[in-house]
């Protein structure tokens, strides 16, 4: 089957003015035990031998053997790395892209370290060079190897996203790679994978994407399709994170839900940027290795506080697909109800909830403000920033 071709634009930061721009993503399959069918579904991709990229902890968890027996019985040769580090470098990145030359296919399988060390292996494959010499926005020439997501978390999104974050260790640079040519031509979504994830990385990674969600639903950048994919977002993620942490084992209903509410919410920050919490959350990771989850699950209510003034019906709209009820409040109280929800989830599901509790010290918060500053994402945050702002922000966070 020949597929027509789709038109991918540009990643701008403009403001919503009625006149939008929104970016398709690749095909979804979603569903418990989907994972089943991948094997003709890769074959109609037109592949026969396939790499799949994961972690050891998902080998040993044996979800790397309910993804390979499909394969097999659809008579699909399959290949294995399965050492991606969090954070994946850019020396393993290079590495897989070695030995995926040799395969016709990739699957990313766990979460977003996996899906994005695939994502950048892939693109080296059929672009030549080294992943560094392709940082940033834009850079990658030629489509790279067919790409297949495999989440096993309901975090970042990855599986539907045109970024991959790679980690230049000689640079000390996180680079954002960034093309619509990575966006995976196919994610695989199926709750059961996510079935064993432990507590902590469920609430962290859970936090990381209600955080994409509520900064894309109060993005500048939002307009309606995003807003539509942020705010169900938000609703799943707000009544199923507390689920998914108590019993993620058994409850296939928070984890269903989980999930799409991590894709949705990925979608939607995919057309609009994120927003100053990520901004910040950066420089937290960077400095001082905080997980990106958690510096995003530790920051948002307190960011959300400070944007709330900038359009308190959305904040009031947050609130409502939290949970909360607004009856008989003015609008000023029911848009405050909306950062009192995320502060009391991120507690509920045992995130930390002070920087202080990573060593981080009043004198370290003149070089994180300064770094919050680069962030691209502040251009479109519902409230403009400045580093007095960000020094606040910080310090309300000690
Ligand atoms: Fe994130």
Redesign the pocket.
Known sequence: MEYRKVAYLPMTFVPYTKTFRFNPFGGMIFGHGVVDEIGEEIKKLGANKVIVITDKGIAEAGILQKVKKPLKDAGIEVGVFDNVETNPSADTVNAIAEIAKDYELVIGLGGGSAIDAAKGAATVVTNGGKIEDYDSWGGIGKPPLPIVAMPTTA??GAEVTPWAVITDKKRGWKMAIGSAYIIPSLAVCDPDLTLTLPPNLTAETGM??I??AIEAYTSWCNQPVSEALALKAIQLIGNNLRKAVARGDLNKEARYNMLLGASMAAMA?SNTV?GIC?GM?HPLGALFHIP??IA?GMLISTVMEFNEMANPEKFENIAVAMGENIQGLTLLESSKKAAIAVRKLAEDVGLPLHLSEFGIKEKDIEELAEEAMKSPDRAVNARATKKEEFIELYRKML
């Open positions: 975090g970042s990381d994407a955080t994409h920050h994120c990520h959350a990106h989850g995003n």
